[in-house]
C-alpha cells in the first residue's frame, strides 16, 4: 500500500484565509500565534484535533480564533471568516484540496489574560494527502 503525507492544515489556511480577506478589505492578521506587538484585528489558526478518514483523506478540526479591539468588530470579523471558510471546498486552498468544510459552530470567547472580545469559529476541513 502506497503512503500519503498530509498537508500542515494550518499553513495552508494561513495562506489561504489571509489572502481572501485581504481581498475583501479586511487589514486582519492571520497567523498561528498573536504577534508581539498585537494587531487591531487577528486570526489565530489552531489545529486541534481530527481524523484520519482513510489512507489518502485527513479530516483535521481547527479553531479560528478572531479578535478585535471590541465585541462587535471580533463578531464581524468571525463572520466574514466563517463565511469565507465555507468556500474553500471543492478548490484548493493554499496548495492542498479541499473536500469538505463542516461548520462547527462559531463561540464568543473572550482572551481573559488579553483582555480583549475574541470570537471562535470551529470547523472540520476534509484535505487529501499526496503519495510519499
Known sequence: MEAFAFPDIEAELVAWLASKLAGLGSEAVVATKVPNPRPVEGVRVARVG???????????????????????????????????????AGGVLSTAWCDRVRDLGMAFLPDLEADLPRYLVTAEVRVRGTPL
Open 50 to 88: 481530527g481524523i484520519q478518514v482513510n489512507v489518502i483523506t485527513d479530516e483535521p478540526r481547527i479553531v479560528l480564533e478572531c479578535y478585535a479591539a471590541t465585541a462587535p468588530d471580533a463578531a464581524a470579523l468571525a463572520r466574514m471568516v466563517r463565511a469565507v471558510l465555507a468556500t474553500a
